[in-house]
């Protein structure tokens, strides 16, 4: 069956550091991939996307992610974090075969300490 | 920036009473989906639909549920009879007609079920 997996349900990392969410997925061919996120009370927002080219995709408030193939993957990253990215990580995945409706992952909340 | 609103953001019912969850898609957005979280659990996919009838459905999308198009602007979700395990996050989604891929999420209706 088609799945997506994120490993870790809850980060803590500290203001200024590196993250890096990880998003596995589990289909027949390479999927549309997106991140979204979720801050406390608000809608999903989306971040960013990969259709198809250039493996590492830049997207909103700094962050990027990386799609490899032979590992199923499509991890988000940001450099430097900041409070304001204290919230919940969605990744998705869509089929043009399956009408473009989309699969998520449990999701990731990110804490930021001081 | 435009956005998707939904309405309202919360609800409270009785058990086996009828709700509506409205949508107001960005302008120009053809493609509209349906998706629910339980809480705790992921955001599952619901309904599409596209040119006034469903593209496509989960099985979660019974009999019970209906959406539709009333005005050529809001698109709603019925539920006709609520159970206690509806109790849950509902988002609206809509997508453009040259990018239908990308879903660009509501803020979400909370709906309780007593």
């Known amino acids: 069956a088609q799945s997506v997996t994120q490993p870790d349900i809850h980060i803590t990392v500290s203001e200024g550091a590196s993250l890096e969410l990880r998003c596995n997925y589990s289909?027949?061919?390479?999927?549309?991939l997106f991140w979204y996120v979720q801050s406390p009370g608000q809608g999903l927002q989306l971040l960013l996307k990969?259709?198809?080219?250039?493996?590492l995709v830049q997207g909103i408030k700094g962050f990027e992610a990386e799609f490899k193939r032979s590992q199923s993957s499509f991890n988000l990253r940001k450099p430097s974090v900041h409070w304001s990215d204290a919230a919940e990580y969605f990744c998705?995945?869509?089929?043009?075969?399956?009408?473009?409706?989309?699969?998520f992952g449990g999701g990731t909340r990110v804490l930021v300490k001081p | 920036e435009p956005e998707v609103t939904q309405t309202p953001s919360h609800q409270v019912t009785q058990m086996g009473q009828e709700v509506i969850l409205r949508c107001v898609p960005i302008?120009?957005?053809?493609?509209f989906y349906w998706y629910r979280q339980i809480l705790g659990q992921k955001v599952e996919f619901l309904v599409s639909?596209?040119?006034?009838?469903?593209?496509?459905k989960s099985e979660i999308f019974d009999d019970q549920f209906s959406v539709e198009r009333p005005d050529g602007s809001n698109f709603t979700l019925k539920i006709r009879s609520t159970k206690l395990e509806d109790s849950a996050m509902y988002f609206c989604?809509?997508?453009?007609?040259?990018?239908?891929?990308?879903?660009?999420f509501g803020p979400g209706t909370r709906l309780l079920v007593l």
């Open positions: 302008s120009n957005h053809l493609y």
């Open positions: 998705a995945v869509g089929f043009k075969a399956a009408g473009n409706k989309l699969t």
């Open positions: 989604a809509t997508g453009a007609q040259l990018d239908r891929e990308t879903q660009y």
């Open positions: 990969y259709f198809s080219g250039d493996t």
């Open positions: 289909y027949g061919a390479t999927p549309y």
């Open positions: 639909f596209y040119n006034n009838e469903i593209s496509e």
